[in-house]
Nanobody
Framework: EVQLVESGGGLVQPGGSLNLSCAAS????????IGWFPQAPGKERKPVSC????????FYADSVKDRFTISSSLRGRMVELNMNNLKHEDTAVYFC????????????????????????WGRGTQVSVST
């Protein structure tokens, strides 16, 4: 069973930075993706970023492009989300999740929707952006 543990959340002022980490209990083979899903009260869960472990391709939601950077090391055992220029609307519990995907699918296609195809989830880390 895959276990994912997030860390790195906290309280920052607008314009500040945080670095989230997702530590996995296993190595991932090709055609696995890990994504970050913020969940705020009353809002739909949508991924902000995903990375393909085998190919290194990345997806970013428009809302975080040029502000967030996702990276992976140790075959997905550590995935980080570097968050810069944080905004009030980034406030949420951030979950990391992992899934396998079929050959030929793009990372944008894999990282879509509410994440129902993601098979393993962490417990989340709180990110709060406030003055």
């Amino acid at each position: 069973e895959v276990q994912l543990v997030e860390s790195g959340g906290g309280l920052v002022q607008p314009g500040g930075s945080l670095n989230l980490s997702c530590a996995a209990s296993v190595l991932f083979f090709d055609h696995y993706a890990i994504g970050w899903f913020p969940q705020a009260p009353g809002k739909e869960r949508k991924p902000v970023s995903c990375i393909s472990i085998g190919h290194g391709t990345r997806f970013y939601a428009d809302s975080v492009k040029d502000r967030f950077t996702i990276s992976s090391s140790l075959r997905g055992r550590m995935v980080e989300l570097n968050m810069n220029n944080l905004k009030h609307e980034d406030t949420a519990v951030y979950f990391c999740a992992a899934r396998m995907f079929s050959r030929g699918r793009t990372i944008s296609d894999v990282c879509s929707g509410a994440g129902i195809e993601f098979e393993a989830w962490g417990r989340g880390t709180q990110v709060s952006v406030s003055t």
